[in-house]
């Protein structure tokens, strides 16, 4: 899967949340990704090679209109 993610990209992972959500919004990159579960806000910091082999999809990708070149 392409890596293609950035900051406000919503994914989907293999296993869903307890809550019963598992629709997961990326907070943080890095060498670990920290993503946030949409449905109760709990918040899970994962190494990059570890969220990589858990991904499932990408769901939506949020448009940064901050960024600058």
């Not at 900051?7 to 919004?25: D, Q, R, Y």
């Not at 769901?59 to 600058?68: G, N, T």
Request: charged share 35%.
């Amino acid at each position: 899967m392409e890596n293609n993610y950035k900051l406000g990209t919503i994914v989907m992972m293999k296993k869903g949340h307890p809550c019963g959500s598992n629709a997961w919004e990326i907070v943080r990159l890095g060498a670990d990704i920290k993503i946030k579960c949409q449905g109760c806000g709990r918040i899970v910091l994962l190494p990059r090679v570890e969220f990589n082999k858990k991904l499932k999809k990408i769901l939506s990708e949020e448009d940064d209109s901050d960024e600058r070149a």
